[in-house]
C-alpha cells in the first residue's frame, strides 16, 4: 500500500500547508488571559484577522490555549518568532503553527459553528401514566400501584421483624 514515498508526498503536503498557514497555536496560557489582552499583545507584530481562545464551558475560564489569525504570512512568523518561548502572564508560552484544513478559510466565524441535533422526538402515547408492556397492551397503574403499596408492607414487616429481635437479644 503506502510504502515509503507515500509518507515522503504526505509530510511534504504537510509542509506545505503549515508554510501557507497564518494561524498560531499558542499554548501554556494562564486562565487569567483573555482575548483583549491577547489582541494587545499579539498585535504588535502585525494585523490581527481573528483570535480563538478556547474556554471551559463548565467553569467559564480559559483552557490555557487560543489560536491567532493573522492576515499576513510574515507578521505570523514575528509573532512566533518572539512569542514561542516568551512569557505571558507569568507562564512561558508555546506558539506554533497548525494545519490549515484545504476548505476551511481559516478560523470558523461563530455564525458558521456546528447546531446541535434537534432533541428526540417524544413518545406517544397518554401522558397520564398508561405505557404498554412487552406484548404491546396497555398496563394499568392501579396494578403498578398495587405492587408497590405490596413491596411497602414487605418492607414494614421486615423492620418491624428485625427491632423485634434486636429487642429481645
Known amino acids: 500500500m503506502g510504502g515509503p514515498k507515500a509518507n515522503e508526498e504526505s509530510d511534504k503536503k504537510d509542509t506545505e500547508t503549515i ?3 497564518t494561524i498560531l497555536h499558542v499554548g501554556q496560557l494562564t486562565r487569567n488571559v483573555s482575548v483583549a489582552h491577547l489582541q494587545e499583545i499579539f498585535g504588535v507584530y502585525g494585523k490581527i484577522k ?6 471551559d ?3 467559564n475560564l480559559p483552557k490555557g490555549f487560543a489560536y491567532v489569525e493573522y492576515e499576513v504570512r510574515a507578521d505570523a512568523e514575528k509573532a512566533r518568532e518572539y512569542m514561542n518561548g516568551g512569557q505571558l502572564d507569568g507562564n512561558v508560552t508555546t506558539c ?3 494545519l490549515v484544513p484545504k ?3 481559516g478560523l470558523k466565524d461563530k455564525e458558521t459553528e456546528r447546531v446541535p441535533p434537534p432533541p428526540p422526538p417524544r413518545r406517544s402515547g397518554d401522558r397520564d401514566g398508561d405505557r ?3 406484548d404491546g397492551d396497555r ?3 392501579d396494578r403498578r400501584d398495587q405492587r408497590n403499596d405490596r413491596d411497602r408492607d414487605m418492607d414494614r414487616r421486615r ?3 428485625h427491632q423485634l429481635i434486636l429487642l429481645t437479644a
Open 57 to 59: 464551558r463548565v467553569v
Open 103 to 105: 476548505k476551511s478559510e
Open 96 to 98: 506554533n503553527f497548525i
Open 50 to 55: 481573528n483570535i480563538d481562545l478556547a474556554m
Open 19 to 21: 508554510s501557507q498557514s
Open 159 to 161: 423492620r418491624c421483624f
Open 139 to 141: 398496563r394499568d397503574m
Open 132 to 134: 404498554r408492556d412487552r
